[in-house]
């Protein structure tokens, strides 16, 4: 069973990038709607990179 210290930190780490990925889905839309297509290019890469760098910790952490 975890410490309640680490599974606050976890919650809170989740939290952060939740708030992370929202914000920049918006600058997304923004920059596809305003016609800043490498902007938008680059959030795309960084979503692709980070669902690869989240898979990655969870298959090392065995998917706690």
Do not use: C, K, N
Not at 5 to 28: H, M, Q, T, Y
Not at 41 to 49: K, P, Q, W
Not at 53 to 61: N, P
Request: proline share 2%; net charge positive.
């Amino acid at each position: 069973m975890e410490r309640p210290a680490d599974e606050a930190r976890r919650r809170r780490i989740a939290i952060a990038l939740v708030a992370l990925a929202i914000v920049l889905f918006i600058v997304e839309i923004v920059a596809l709607a305003v016609g800043l297509l490498e902007v938008a290019a680059l959030i795309f890469v960084i979503f692709i990179g980070g669902w690869f760098a989240l898979r990655s910790y969870q298959r090392r952490t065995g998917g706690a």
